[in-house]
């Protein structure tokens, strides 16, 4: 009982971060990444697709994304939809090839972007902390209900701490790492 408490905690701490791994990768950095387009939806005959479904996206150099419509006739549908997200990029077609250059980021936006990665960061760990407390609250009704003891109780609460810690510690890796990308030039 106290085992599938503390299993169900830890799969949830682990999708909490595997979630911000996600939105991280969503901030660009000055490099190109294909995945930064994952997120951009075109309209595919009246029906909001994502990118990579209707076209194979892919690098050409270090700071130009490449997209390949796998129908000719997506090419100005996907390039009006890389234009109109909030990536801001500007997207030029040669033939049924889209290229996506990536600009450099100004010392400025750099700093603002930091401060959304640290907005994402704080969020995580409030999810994490939020998990913890419901996995406390749970251990707290089967002490009520004398499912379990006080000693199995305050054990089961100290690994849950552990498990939190264990994770916010991961959560600052990953802000850190983000970080240090972004900042690089």
């Known amino acids: 009982m106290i085992a ?7 799969q949830k701490m682990q999708k909490s971060l595997e979630s911000l791994k996600v939105d991280l990768g969503k901030v660009r950095t000055g490099r190109a990444n ?16 994502a990118i990579n479904q209707v076209a194979n996206v892919s690098l050409l150099d270090a700071r130009t994304v490449t997209v390949t419509p796998w129908e000719k006739k997506l090419v100005g549908a996907i ?4 234009r109109d997200s909030d990536l ?8 049924d090839l889209i290229r996506v250059p990536m600009p450099a980021l100004t010392e400025e936006r750099r700093k603002d972007l930091i401060k959304v990665v640290k907005s994402e960061a704080e969020n995580a760990r409030v999810a994490m902390r939020n998990i913890r407390r419901d996995a406390n609250g749970t251990l707290k009704d089967l002490l009520k209900e ?9 054990r089961a609460q100290e ?3 552990k498990l939190t810690d264990r ?3 991961e959560i600052e890796k990953v802000l850190q790492a983000k970080e240090v990308d972004l900042m690089a030039v």
Not at 4 to 10: F, L, P, T, V
Not at 34 to 49: K, N
């Open 167 to 169: 994770f916010i510690a």
């Open 34 to 49: 294909p995945g930064i387009l994952d997120h951009v939806m075109v309209d595919y005959y009246g029906t909001p697709t």
């Open 4 to 10: 599938d408490i503390k299993k169900s905690a830890e």
């Open 79 to 82: 390039e009006k939809a890389i």
């Open 159 to 161: 690994d849950i701490q």
């Open 88 to 95: 801001g990029l500007n997207p030029s077609s040669v033939g």
């Open 146 to 154: 004398k499912e379990i003891s006080e000693d199995d109780e305050r």
